[in-house]
């Protein structure tokens, strides 16, 4: 996505990894994911014998330490920037939730 918005003189948003240092000028803001909090989760559950099969999902959710956004500020308007900082304090503090929709996607044709 990142090559294609640079041969098109476009932005982009990133996701997973940030690759806005790869990408100057070209990633407005990237989704990241850390494993770790999943992980973590799963490794304590198995230290402590108390296991079980369960959806770990939820632990790659930002609320859970599994998600995290980085900003450009420099190709976002401040305005942007301080709404979309907002949400991210709210979804931190449990006052915002996404809702996951896991439902198959209608096709368009």
Known sequence: VADAAVERGVKA???????SGDY???ILASAIWHMEATIDKAI????SDDFEAAD????SFMAFGGGSMVLDEGLV?????AAVKATEKDILD???RVNVNDARPASDG
């Open 13 to 19: 948003i990133g996701n997973v990894i940030d690759t």
């Open 24 to 26: 100057p000028g070209t």
């Open 44 to 47: 304590a559950k198995v230290a």
């Open 56 to 59: 770990y999902g939820q632990y």
């Open 77 to 81: 308007p401040a305005d942007v920037a």
């Open 94 to 96: 449990g006052l915002f």
